[in-house]
């Protein structure tokens, strides 16, 4: 069997092998480090969502959120800019495709967007839908700290956007503070006054791990795959090879039992 595995064809088979199981072991290591990703993301919304809120101050977004800060409950208060809102297009609540409203607040010496509420799509992708304006004035505003997306680096009609990444949205309003953060709206006092097209709250963010953690099991059970399927073919090959007549791996032929009675006739 071992002559049969230094051949060519099942050193190159071998070489696959191996070759897979290292990709396996990478594959396995990409998605438990989702895994790990989507762990955290899930304790901080566990841990911060429902938490009693704490002032906000610029000191809490200096620096970029960490992963553990994510979701921060936090109070402010502050005067919306007027006629300034944007829209982040492709935004789904309920099935349903529409827009998700940022407004900049002014508050405590920094202006920072604030995402007020989805609103369904309008007529065409080139119309924004009507939206209830904020509410004038000082507001107290209840919120969770979140961090810019990333700029998938499209070009939309003004005022959409499409992503919430915090320089594309600055390069529509100049007075945003170059701050890495923003708001999710939870709840304000005086509410929005209302025109007949009011936004509704975006909901608790799910908490679900998702299926990263089974892939990564399922990717390193893999590993050793290839190189069994090897050794059993080669195995294979060896005991068929071992049955042809003057194979070159065949076994020495046993040697023919002599009995008794064949002594006898001879």
């Known amino acids: 069997m071992l002559r049969l595995w230094l051949t060519r064809r099942w050193l190159l088979a071998t070489l696959a092998a191996v070759v897979f199981g290292v990709a396996?072991?990478?594959?396995?290591?990409?998605?438990?480090?989702?895994?790990?990703?989507?762990?955290?993301k899930v304790d901080a919304i566990?841990?911060?969502?429902?938490?009693?809120?704490?002032?906000?101050?610029?000191?809490?977004?200096?620096?970029?959120?960490?992963?553990?800060r994510q979701w921060t409950h936090v109070t402010l208060t502050g005067t919306y800019a007027a006629n300034s809102d944007l829209m982040v297009r492709n935004r789904t609540l309920n099935s349903t495709v529409g827009f998700e409203v940022l407004t900049p607040l002014q508050t405590d010496g920094l202006t920072v967007l604030v995402d007020r509420g989805w609103v369904a799509n309008g007529a065409n992708a080139e119309t924004v839908p009507p939206v209830d304006p904020p509410p004038a004035g000082a507001v107290a505003v209840t919120g969770w700290l979140r961090t810019g997306e990333v700029s998938l680096?499209?070009?939309?009609?003004?005022p959409?956007?499409?992503?919430?990444?915090?320089?594309?949205?600055?390069?529509?309003v100049p007075s945003l503070s170059n701050v890495d953060a923003y708001v999710v709206l939870g709840s304000q006092r005086p509410s929005s006054a209302s025109a007949g097209h009011p936004l509704q709250p975006l909901p608790k963010p799910e908490e679900d791990?998702?299926?990263?953690?089974?892939y990564a099991y399922q990717w390193w059970l893999f590993m050793p795959g290839g190189l069994a399927f090897i050794f059993f073919?080669?195995?294979?090959?060896?005991?068929?090879?071992?049955?042809?007549?003057?194979?070159p791996y065949a076994a020495p032929p046993k040697p023919k039992k002599v009995r008794i009675w064949d002594e006898e006739d001879a």
């Open 209 to 214: 791990l998702g299926p990263h953690q089974a």
């Open 46 to 68: 566990a841990t911060n969502y429902g938490a009693a809120p704490v002032p906000f101050s610029p000191a809490l977004v200096e620096r970029p959120l960490t992963p553990e």
């Open 24 to 40: 396996c072991y990478y594959l396995g290591l990409w998605q438990w480090h989702r895994h790990v990703e989507q762990r955290t």
């Open 233 to 247: 073919a080669i195995r294979r090959q060896a005991a068929a090879v071992r049955e042809t007549e003057g194979g």
């Open 153 to 158: 680096g499209r070009d939309v009609p003004r």
């Open 160 to 172: 959409q956007l499409v992503s919430i990444n915090i320089a594309d949205a600055r390069a529509q």
